[in-house]
C-alpha cells in the first residue's frame, strides 16, 4: 500500500500554494505524522473569496456542456487515481481500505450525477392571464447561479462530502471557496489538484484548510451567497445565526433508529443493523444508533446481534480484513466510552464490546438505557447501538420521533400499510424501508428535520439550492 506525499500546498484561486507545511496530518492509526498541509491564513482566506467574486461571472458565462466536460475530466482522473485517493482517505481518516475504497467510488458517482445534471437546469413556462388583467401577459422562468459560496466539509466523509458541494458548484456555475476539516484535508486537495487541470475560470475555487483565526470569514463574508456546512449541530446552528443575510444549507447530527418488525428475516435485518451501526466505527450521522425490535423476535434478534458483533475484526484499517478501525482521535474515544460507562451506572446491560485501547473501541451493544442518557438521546458518533424491545408499532413510531434529530430512520417490516404510516408520521427527512437508516444513494435528496439541519443535499437538490429563479414577463405589444 501506498504512503501519503511529504506535503500538499493549499489552493487559492485555482493556484497550488506551498505557503508553508504548518498543519500536521497524522495516520489515525499510528498516531504518527503522515503529512503536513499548507495552512492558510486570514489574508488568504480574504483573497479566495474576492477571487470568488471575480469569478462569479465568467462562471456563469460557461456554456452547460463547458460545465460538463470539467466534471467529466474530474470523474475520469478520479477513477484513474482512485488507489490512491483510498490510500489518503485510509491513513488521514483511518477508514477500513475497504470502505475506502468504497467512499472513492460514491466521489466517482457524486461527479458524474453533477456531469449528468449540468446540462438538464430547465425552467418553465409560466401561464399568467390567470385573470383579465393578465392578458397578454407571458411569463417563463429560469435558474441562475447564486453567486459565490461558501463550503465547509467534516472529517468523516473528506471525499464524498467534499464531492456533494463542489460537484453541485461546479455544475450550475457557482464559484467557491472550501474549508476542509483539519483532520483529513488531503483528500480535498488531491480533489483541488484535479480542479487546477481543468478550464475552470481564475478564482473559481479556493480550498484552504484553517486554523481558527480567519475561519469566521467562511460564514460571515457578506460578499458570499450561500453557506454549505456538514458538522455538528452546535457549530451549525451557531454559523447559521452569525451568517447574515445568506442563504444556509446545514447537514447536522442524528441518532437514528431502526425499528424492526415481526414479519422480517432476522438475519437479513442483522447483516444490516451490523453495518448501519459499525460501518466506519459509526462516525456517520445516519449510524445506526437505537435499535427497536418486536417483542415477539426481541430476545434471538439481540442474540444473533451479539454474536455477530463480537466476531467483528478490529484492528489496522490497511488490512484488507478489517471492519472496525480506529475512531478519529483519542479524545472521541473516550467520550464514547464515558458514555457508555454513565449509561451502565444507570441502569444499562452491557450486552458486548465497549472496551478501549487508545484510539480503538470495541463495538458496544447496550439495553435498559435510560432515555435521557447521552447514549440514547445525543448523538454517539462512535461504534456503539442500543436495544429496545417494542410491542405497538403506533408507540415505537412516537418513540423514535421524540429524538430532537431527524435525519433518516430505517424501518424493517414487509407491511406496506406499516411502511406507509411510517413515511406519513415519522418526522425526519428519509424513511428507508427494509435497510438500515444509514443507506444513501448520491442522487437522492438527503437531509434533515429539527437539530438535523436544513436544506437537502443529492446533486440535484443542491444546485437548486444553490441556484435562484429568475422570472421574465412579456407584455405583448
Known amino acids: ?26 495516520d489515525k492509526y499510528t498516531g504518527q505524522v503522515a503529512t503536513r498541509v499548507a495552512l492558510a491564513d486570514r489574508g488568504a482566506i ?20 463547458e460545465r460538463q466536460a470539467i466534471l467529466q475530466h474530474c470523474v475520469d482522473r478520479f477513477r484513474q487515481r482512485a488507489e490512491e485517493l483510498a490510500v489518503a482517505l485510509c491513513i488521514e481518516a483511518g477508514k477500513p481500505i475497504r470502505d475506502s475504497r468504497g467512499e472513492v467510488t460514491r466521489l466517482i458517482d457524486t461527479f458524474r450525477v453533477a456531469a449528468e445534471e449540468s446540462v438538464r437546469m430547465t425552467g418553465e413556462v409560466l401561464t399568467l392571464d390567470i385573470s383579465s388583467r393578465a392578458r397578454g401577459y407571458r411569463g417563463m422562468w429560469r435558474r441562475v447561479p447564486a453567486g459565490p459560496c461558501s463550503f465547509i466539509s467534516p472529517f468523516n466523509f473528506p471525499l464524498n462530502l467534499v464531492a456533494h458541494k463542489v460537484a453541485p458548484a461546479i455544475a450550475v456555475g457557482c464559484p467557491f471557496v472550501l474549508k476542509p476539516a483539519s483532520l483529513t484535508p488531503v483528500g480535498a486537495l488531491i480533489i483541488g489538484e484535479v480542479l487546477a487541470e481543468t478550464s475552470l475560470p481564475a478564482g473559481a475555487f479556493s480550498i484552504l ?8 470569514l467562511f460564514s460571515e463574508d457578506e460578499r458570499l451567497r450561500l453557506l454549505s456546512f456538514t458538522g455538528s449541530p452546535d457549530v451549525g446552528w451557531e454559523l447559521k445565526r452569525r451568517a447574515g443575510k445568506k442563504k444556509v444549507v446545514l447537514e447536522l447530527g442524528g441518532n437514528a433508529a431502526a425499528v424492526v418488525d415481526r414479519d422480517w428475516n432476522l438475519e437479513d435485518a442483522v447483516e ?12 456517520s450521522c445516519i449510524s445506526v444508533q437505537r435499535i427497536f425490535a418486536h417483542e415477539e423476535i426481541y430476545a434471538d434478534l439481540r442474540a444473533r446481534l451479539v454474536e455477530r458483533t463480537s466476531q467483528l475484526v478490529m484492528g489496522n484499517p490497511r488490512e484488507e480484513a478489517t471492519f472496525i478501525g480506529p475512531m478519529i482521535s483519542e479524545r472521541e474515544a473516550m467520550r464514547v466510552e464515558s458514555w457508555i460507562a454513565e449509561a451502565v451506572r444507570r441502569g444499562a446491560t452491557l450486552l458486548c464490546g465497549g472496551e478501549r485501547d487508545g484510539v480503538m473501541l470495541s463495538p458496544a451493544l447496550l439495553e435498559k438505557v435510560p432515555h435521557d442518557s447521552d447514549l440514547y438521546a445525543q448523538e454517539a458518533f462512535g461504534p456503539v447501538a442500543v436495544l429496545e424491545p417494542y410491542w405497538d408499532f403506533e408507540e415505537v413510531l412516537r418513540e423514535v420521533n421524540r429524538s430532537r434529530y431527524g435525519l433518516q430512520a430505517g424501518i424493517f417490516t414487509r407491511d406496506l400499510y406499516r411502511a ?3 413515511w406519513d408520521v415519522l418526522d425526519v427527512g428519509g424513511v428507508i424501508i427494509g435497510d438500515a437508516p444509514s443507506w444513501r444513494v448520491d442522487n437522492m435528496p438527503y437531509g434533515g428535520v429539527k437539530d438535523s439541519g436544513l436544506g437537502r443535499e443529492g446533486v440535484r437538490h443542491a444546485m437548486e439550492d444553490m ?8 407584455r405583448e405589444a
Open 467 to 474: 441556484t435562484e429563479i429568475r422570472l421574465m414577463v412579456v
Open 209 to 216: 484548510p484553517c486554523p481558527r483565526d480567519g475561519a469566521e
Open 272 to 283: 444490516r443493523l451490523l453495518f448501519g451501526a459499525f460501518y466506519q466505527s459509526g462516525q
Open 1 to 26: 500500500m501506498g504512503e501519503l506525499n511529504t506535503s500538499y500546498p493549499y489552493y487559492l484561486a485555482g493556484q497550488a500554494v506551498a505557503a508553508n507545511t504548518d498543519l500536521e496530518v497524522r
Open 420 to 422: 406507509q404510516r411510517a
Open 46 to 65: 480574504e483573497r479566495g473569496i474576492a477571487a470568488a467574486v471575480e469569478a462569479a461571472a465568467p462562471m456563469r458565462a460557461l456554456a452547460a456542456y
